[in-house]
């Protein structure tokens, strides 16, 4: 489902810096030769809007029903809220682990609005926070129908992650497209280019060099 508007809306804003000669360092020290801050849309209110426009009839197209909006803590909390309200649908947050002190809570807001969930995430990278936040829903008796970024790094390691526990996920933009769309934009060498296409494929390749 991945939109190249959303792609070079992205770009523009400075919400995604792509050069695979000055690399990114990960938190997990991954060298990586791009970087994406999705809390930069919340900044634009033109961005976002159609951000939760792309959201918004993703989610109606669904074939399940939909009872509740799920955001990853903390970039997928605006996401989540911004869609829920257009929706008209009880929303929660999942933090990354329950909180060490009042009622210990790891999800926030009233689980008993509803079933079925889609979960909110801002960006897909290897899927941990993610699926950490579909586990803790699935584990309160929710159904997560879908988990919905606004943009995907496209690792193998997620598609394997989302599948191992049986999630669907998907983005409004990914990788693949955007380098894509800086190529023909002629903001790539076709070297540069073969180069960001294989580290999808292999994202420890420049922390081994």
């Not at 929303?91 to 079933?115: C, F, P, W």
């Not at 380098?179 to 081994?208: A, G």
Request: proline letters at 3%; a negative charge.
């Amino acid at each position: 489902m991945a939109n190249t508007s959303i792609s070079a809306l992205l770009l523009q804003i400075g919400a995604v810096q792509v050069n695979p000669k000055e690399l990114f360092t990960w938190t997990s020290g991954l060298k990586s030769p791009i970087y994406c801050d999705n809390r930069m849309t919340m900044s634009h209110p033109d961005v976002r809007k159609q951000i939760i426009d792309k959201m918004v009839d993703h989610i109606q197209q669904l074939p399940k029903r939909v009872d509740m909006i799920a955001g990853c803590a903390t970039a997928g909390i605006p996401h989540a809220a911004w869609v829920a309200d257009r929706l008209n649908l009880p929303m929660v947050y999942v933090r990354s682990e329950a909180k060490k002190h009042g009622k210990g809570n790891q999800i926030e807001g009233d689980l008993t609005q509803g079933e079925n969930v889609v979960v909110i995430e801002d960006l897909i990278s290897t899927g941990k926070s993610s699926i950490a936040s579909s586990d803790a829903l699935r584990e309160s008796g929710k159904h997560v129908i879908e988990v919905l970024s606004i943009f995907s790094y496209n690792l193998t390691a997620a598609n394997k992650a989302f599948e191992e526990k049986d999630y669907a996920y998907d983005s409004l933009a990914d990788y693949n497209e955007l380098i894509t769309l800086m190529k023909d934009k002629n903001e790539l060498t076709e070297e540069d280019y073969r180069k960001l296409k294989e580290w999808s494929k292999q994202p420890d390749m420049f922390t081994k060099s």
